[in-house]
């Protein structure tokens, strides 16, 4: 008698602890749960050393995962199914059933975190924390388990979509140097293999094909004095010789390398960073927080941003590798100073155009088009990994900034990184006027 008598005690806690979606949607459609997700997949990927490429196209897969099990039960959003290349259509709701959207989402995210990074150890604490607060806000369990079930039914979707991308295919191929003079060659500390050779072979999202949104025409490879590439490789050497503070202080502020190698006489040690990716992604949230974005509004900004880096990604490599530019640093260590240093260290991969530049103005390119071109902001966002703080007028004062960071910081050339921003800009303006989110 006494334990039918707690059993029943622990059903009415239990049914009075539940409370209707009306009723438990006041906590948990909250746009933190999903910048908190976001955030902790940042934390992996850092701890991971991810490329930048690739950490693009983990946040990609992530941020459709989560939209999608989001917007499920939303008549003011569609489904980017049909839109994206070779994207299907994607599970539905149970008609006449509850759904935590929410829930689902964080699951969705964290479900394909979990598939595309290494230490998954790492998110065991803060999932288990998470999950307890939608069960704390008064879900109730078979809504619970239905939108965990959901959640993973999306993100398996988007998996079986990620694995036709021909990343896998990739795996393992090297790039061979060409030692000819003007091209690329590995540098200095590391002298690396070449990143990503492969990358413009990646399926994009959106664009129709990695050569859709071509630079200018590389600058010529000249030891002519005279020469355009002369000049703007002498432009390079005298910018770091005669840094300002405040130039250093924006070079490494937007340095975004995610392995930095240190050498210290006989010793060698790395720094693990964000990538640039990351770094835009966190500036999403920065932007959603300040203005008060409802989950939904933050989901779409996820999205449209993490569909420009992974575009821009693609079509970054696929001039890189197409022109195979050599890195000033070579030029300049071989012709008339041997014991010059860039002021940052030079990323394994062909200069033009710049990287940074291209996803730095495509993700701006697709923040101005959903909050405007006056939102003042203050990027706090890699603080932790000691590279400040700075404010910025708009997100693309924040691209231009970025931009010519990477000549201050030696490893560019301006055609490089004038060039990247421009086709960065083509790249966030196509994904905000071809992808549609809202009805």
Known sequence: MRKLVLLFAVIFISACKSKTAKEYSIITENPAFIH???????????????????????????SIAGYEALIANNPNYQTVAGQLHGLEAFPKIEEGKEYCSSLASVKAIMT??????????????????????????GVPSDVYDRSVAFGEAIAKHVLEYSKKDNYLQTRGLRYTVKNEGNKWVPTPPQYADAMEPYWPTIRPMLMDSASQFPPAPVIPYSKDPNSPYWKELLKVYETVN????????IAWFW?????????????????????PAGHWMAITRTACQQTNKNIYEAADAYLRVSISLFDGFISSWYEKYKSEKIRPET????????????????????????GHSTISAASAEA????FGDNVAFTDSTEYKYDHGVRKFSSFRQAALECSISRVYGGIHYQSGCDEGNLVGIRIGQYVSEKLKTKK
């Open 331 to 354: 030029v300049i260590n071989a012709e008339f100073d041997p014991k010059w240093m860039p002021f940052l260290q030079t990323p394994p991969f062909p200069e033009y155009a710049s």
């Open 112 to 137: 394909i975190a979990r598939a595309l990074t290494f230490t998954v150890n790492k998110y065991d604490d803060y999932e288990k924390e998470t999950y307890q607060k939608f069960k704390d806000a």
């Open 36 to 62: 908190e997700a976001y955030e902790k997949l940042t934390d992996v990927i850092i701890h991971d050393i991810f490329s930048p490429p690739v950490s693009a196209r983990i946040y990609g897969y992530a």
């Open 242 to 249: 005669n840094l300002t503070q405040e130039q250093k202080d």
């Open 255 to 275: 340095d975004d390398n995610a392995f930095v190698m240190n050498v210290q006489g006989h010793v060698m040690f790395a720094n693990k960073k964000m990538t």
């Open 367 to 370: 923040l101005t088009a959903l």
